[in-house]
């Protein structure tokens, strides 16, 4: 969980320099870690949960993972839409700081 942490502010690092050096295949490569990342997540992370979750408990924390994922999707698209707006005005890099954070909030949430 920790490693596709780690790959996740990889490629958030890597949208950051794409922005910076004004070149699409540094955004293609990090839309690369990204995919791994999330893969790796959504590889390990149910099979975490099925290994320490209590027997009673084992089948509705796997639906949970997948509802939260949806959500996050959803949450993403939303604050999308809410940083936008800002980012045409003064030229922000607000949509990759938000995925710097949840990258960030990924590895620490794996400590736990």
């Known amino acids: 969980?920790?490693?596709?942490?780690?790959?996740?502010?990889?490629?958030?690092?890597?949208?950051?320099?794409?922005?910076?050096?004004?070149?699409?295949?540094l955004l293609v490569i990090a839309r690369v870690f990204f995919g791994m990342g999330g893969g790796?997540?959504?590889v390990v992370a149910p099979m975490y949960i099925e290994e320490m979750a209590p027997e009673a408990y084992r089948s509705p924390l796997g639906v949970f993972f997948q509802l939260f994922c949806t959500l996050g999707i959803f949450m993403a698209a939303a604050v999308g839409l809410i940083v936008e707006p800002m980012n045409t005005v003064d030229e922000q890099n607000n949509e990759e700081r938000i995925q710097m954070v949840m990258a960030v909030e990924t590895i620490i949430s794996g400590m736990w």
């Open 1 to 25: 969980i920790i490693l596709s942490g780690v790959i996740c502010v990889v490629g958030s690092l890597i949208i950051h320099l794409s922005r910076v050096f004004d070149i699409y295949a």
């Open 40 to 42: 790796l997540l959504c």
